[in-house]
Structure formats: structure tokens, C-alpha cells
Nanobody, 121 residues
Framework: QLQLVESGGGLVQPGGSLRLSCAAS????????IGWFRQAPGQEREGVSC????????LYADSVKGRFTLSRDNAKNTVYLQMNSLRPEDTAVYYC??????????????WGQGTQVTVSS
């Protein structure tokens, strides 16, 4: 059974850092594209970052480029999102999501439960 479990969210001051983790089970990371979405109150869910399983290339939303870094540890079957220089507008619930295939434009197969990130002084 496919399962994603996120951790690492919390409250941080502007300019601070957090690292989110997504532990996957029921499939191997090397076989699927996987990444992160976020949803702020009153807003639609948006893609943040995704890694393709074919060549390991990573996509980022323009709003997080240069500040967020996605990485994958195949041995631990875990994906990470390192978030630096956090801004209040990064406040959202962050979701890990695995695609049905190898590409980031494939539809989402499963979602994690979400982890809250709050950036505030």
C-alpha cells in the first residue's frame, strides 16, 4: 500500500529555515516522480517542486527558486525539501505527492497528510 508521511513543519521567523521530510512506502522513489505542493488559506493548491525519476532533474516554482532545494535519498526512500530565506507568503500546508509515472506532469497518485509551515515574527 502506497503511503507518504510528512514531517518537519513548524513556526519559523522570516529569513529562517526549515527542512521537510516525506517518507515513502509501498513503492520505490526511483520509479516515480515525486514532489511538494502547498496550499495557503483561501488559495488553491500549487506545485512547489518536483523531481523526475528518469534523470533526476528537478523543477521549482518561480516563487521558491534559489530558496528551496528538493533532494531525494533512494536508500531511505525519503524526499526532502530544504527551505531557506523563508517569507511570510510561504506560510501554507505543505503536501508531499507522488505521481503515477516518471514525469512531473503525470497526474498525482497519492498525497501525504500535509504539514503546516508558518512564517511569522
Amino acid at each position: 500500500q502506497l503511503q507518504l508521511v510528512e514531517s518537519g513543519g513548524g513556526l519559523v521567523q522570516p529569513g529562517g529555515s526549515l527542512r521537510l521530510s516525506c517518507a515513502a512506502s509501498g513503492f520505490t522513489l526511483a520509479s516515480r516522480a515525486i514532489g511538494w505542493f502547498r496550499q495557503a488559506p483561501g488559495q488553491e493548491r500549487e506545485g512547489v517542486s518536483c523531481i523526475k525519476s528518469t534523470d533526476g532533474s528537478i523543477l521549482y516554482a518561480d516563487s521558491v527558486k534559489g530558496r528551496f532545494t528538493l533532494s531525494r535519498d533512494n536508500a531511505k526512500n525519503t524526499v526532502y525539501l530544504q527551505m531557506n530565506s523563508l517569507r511570510p507568503e510561504d506560510t501554507a500546508v505543505y503536501y508531499c505527492a507522488v505521481r503515477v509515472g516518471a514525469m512531473c506532469f503525470d497526474s498525482v497518485d497519492s498525497w501525504g497528510q500535509g504539514t503546516q509551515v508558518t512564517v511569522s515574527s
